[in-house]
C-alpha cells in the first residue's frame, strides 16, 4: 500500500503486516480522498481501514491547532478503543487525539482539546453537549468517519448525529463504516455523502464462517448448570451476554460466588468500573465477562473463545452482533446459546431472520438428573469431574 515509512514501520511492530480484504478495498480510495461507505462482518479490520488513512493524511498535512478529523462512534467503550489505536500509530509530533464521551472527567477532555488536538473520537451525545456550550470547534473538520453507523442509529442518536453534521463544513471528507446498510443508514449517508466508493465484504447478516454456533435446549432450572459446565471445559475466555442489566449483575456474582474469575459490565456501571472490567478481561485476569448489549458492538478483545448468549437477544441482528466477538480476524471462535420454554420459538424466529440453521446439542441425562442438586450443594468443577464430558 502507498504508506508511508513510518506508518508501516508502525503497523509492522504492533503485527499487521498483512492488511484484510476491508482494509485492502478501503484503504486506497480513502487515501484519495475519495468518501467511502463500507459494510463488513464484525472483526474484519474495519477500524484500521479509517485509522490508517487519517494518520497517512494528517502526517503530509502538517502541523495544525485546529479538529480536522472528527470520529463519531456509539458507545463509550468502542470510543476508548478507537483512541488507543490511533495513539498507538500516530506520529511523535501529532497532537494526541481528544476523547470525548462521559462518565470519564470532563476537565481533562476540555483540556486535550485546548491543547490543540487535531482528532476527535466522540459518542453523539457528550460531543452534541460540548457543541451546545461552544467547548469544540468543528468548523475546519475535513474528515468526518461514522463508525458502527447502524449502532448510532438503533441508539437513538441520529438527531444528534444530523445536528452534529449540520456544524460541520460542507467540503469534505466522509467514511461511513457499518455492519449492517439498514434503511435508516442509507437514509443517514444520503446525506451527508458525495458519490461513495463503495465497499461491501461478505454477508454482514450471517457470523463469520470461522464461529462454530450450537444451541442447546434445556429446562430453565438446568440453564445454570450447564453454563458452569460449558466454562469448566473452555481454556479460553468467554464472553457471556444477558438481556437485562439486573440479570447480569446476578448472573456475575453467582459465578463469582462458584469460584469462577468473572467481571461484569451494562448500562448501570461506573466508567471506572467497566473500563476496570474490560481491561480485566483482555488481560486474562478475568476468565469471564457477563455483558448487556452494551458489549455487542462497543467491544473488540482479541482472542475470545467463546460467546454463549445465557439469555436471547431482543433483535435478530444483535444475535450477529454478539456472535461477532469471537472468531475475530480469521481466527477460530464458537457460540452456544441456552435456551428454555418459549426461547425455543424464538429461536427459530432468529434463524429464519437471519437465514441460519443452528445446530442443536444435547445434555446428557446425567446432568439432567443431577442439575437441581448441583445448583443447591455442588460445586461445577466437582460435576465436571463425577459426569465427564457431558454433552454429545
Known amino acids: 500500500m502507498p504508506l508511508s515509512a513510518g506508518l508501516q514501520q508502525k503497523l509492522a511492530h504492533f503485527q499487521f503486516t498483512t492488511p484484510t480484504p476491508v482494509q485492502v478495498s478501503a484503504i486506497p480510495p480513502a487515501l484519495e480522498g475519495k468518501d467511502v461507505l463500507a459494510t463488513a462482518q464484525t472483526g474484519t479490520g474495519k477500524t484500521l481501514a479509517f485509522l490508517v488513512p487519517v494518520i497517512e493524511r494528517l502526517a503530509a498535512a502538517g502541523a495544525s491547532r485546529n479538529v480536522s478529523t472528527l470520529i463519531l462512534v456509539p458507545t463509550r467503550e468502542l470510543a476508548m478503543q478507537v483512541h488507543e489505536q490511533y495513539e498507538k500509530l500516530r506520529e511523535r509530533k501529532a497532537a494526541p487525539a481528544a476523547l470525548v464521551i462521559g462518565g470519564m ?23 452534541e453537549d460540548f457543541l451546545r456550550r461552544k467547548l469544540v470547534d468543528l468548523r475546519h473538520v475535513k474528515v468526518l468517519i461514522l463508525d458502527e453507523a447502524d449502532r448510532m442509529l438503533d441508539m437513538g442518536f441520529l438527531p444528534a448525529i444530523r445536528r452534529i453534521v449540520a456544524a460541520l463544513p460542507r467540503e469534505r471528507q466522509t467514511m461511513c463504516f457499518s455492519a449492517t446498510l439498514e434503511a435508516s443508514v ?26 462454530e454456533l450450537h444451541a442447546f435446549e434445556v429446562p430453565l432450572a438446568e440453564k445454570s448448570a450447564v453454563l458452569r459446565h460449558l466454562l ?41 468500573q467497566r473500563t476496570g472490567a474490560l481491561a480485566g478481561f ?10 448487556t448489549d452494551v458489549a455487542s458492538r462497543g467491544i473488540h478483545v ?23 466477538r469471537t472468531g475475530r480476524m480469521g481466527s477460530a471462535g464458537r457460540a452456544s446459546t441456552l435456551v428454555s420454554g418459549a426461547e425455543i420459538g424464538a429461536l427459530r424466529s432468529i434463524e429464519r431472520a437471519l437465514k441460519l440453521k443452528i445446530a442443536r446439542r444435547q445434555v446428557s441425562s446425567s446432568l439432567r438428573m443431577m442439575a437441581p442438586t448441583v445448583q443447591n450443594t455442588l460445586s461445577t468443577r466437582t460435576l465436571s469431574r463425577m459426569t465427564g464430558e457431558v454433552f454429545s
Open 105 to 127: 472527567s470532563e476537565q481533562r477532555q476540555i483540556q486535550t482539546l485546548r491543547k490543540g488536538a487535531t482528532v476527535v473520537v466522540a459518542t453523539p451525545g457528550r460531543l
Open 186 to 211: 442509507a437514509n443517514l449517508v444520503s446525506g451527508c455523502m458525495k458519490d461513495p466508493v463503495r465497499v461491501a465484504m461478505g454477508s454482514t447478516s450471517k457470523p463469520a464462517e470461522t464461529v
Open 232 to 272: 469448566n471445559d473452555e481454556k479460553g475466555q468467554t464472553l457471556i451476554f444477558a438481556r437485562t442489566k439486573h440479570g447480569t449483575e446476578r448472573l456475575a456474582k453467582n459465578l463469582v460466588r462458584d469460584g469462577f474469575a468473572a467481571a461484569m459490565i451494562h448500562g448501570d456501571r461506573s466508567q471506572s
Open 282 to 291: 483482555d488481560q486474562g485476569k478475568f476468565q469471564v465477562l457477563v455483558a
Open 302 to 324: 482479541n482472542n475470545v473463545a467463546h460467546v454463549i448468549n445465557y439469555d436471547l437477544p431482543q433483535i435478530p441482528e444483535d444475535f450477529i452482533h454478539r456472535v461477532g
